[in-house]
């Protein structure tokens, strides 16, 4: 039997689901910064495979394991297609702050 999903992708299934932050810091016993990292991981991770980085390359550039990195973008995957608000909300910010980056 293979290893269950890691607790950041629970935790992070909880907010894409709809769950506040207050509910998930009871249900978890994590912080609201712990989740708000986890968030702006998971981002990071969805944009580099949104510009078609592998699993390897986006393991490289985040030092993210290859196992968490297809966690998150199977959850991508999943609630992109149940045009979740949030997960447009997340990619939003991400790609916002993205842009800010760039010279």
């Known amino acids: ?4 999903i890691t607790h950041k992708t629970q935790i992070l299934e909880l907010y894409l689901s709809g769950y506040q932050f207050s509910q998930i810091e009871k ?6 910064t712990a989740v708000k990292r986890y968030i702006q991981d998971f981002s990071k991770i969805i944009l580099l495979h949104l510009k078609g ?11 993210f394991s290859n196992r968490l990195t297809r966690e998150y973008i199977q959850l991508y995957e999943r609630f992109e297609k149940e ?9 939003k910010e ?3 702050n993205q842009a800010g980056t760039v010279s």
């Open 53 to 63: 980085f592998s699993i390897d390359e986006i393991r490289i550039s985040t030092g």
């Open 1 to 4: 039997m293979g290893r269950g």
């Open 27 to 32: 249900r978890s016993h994590h912080s609201e």
């Open 83 to 91: 045009n979740k608000p949030k997960l447009l909300t997340i990619m």
């Open 94 to 96: 991400a790609q916002k």
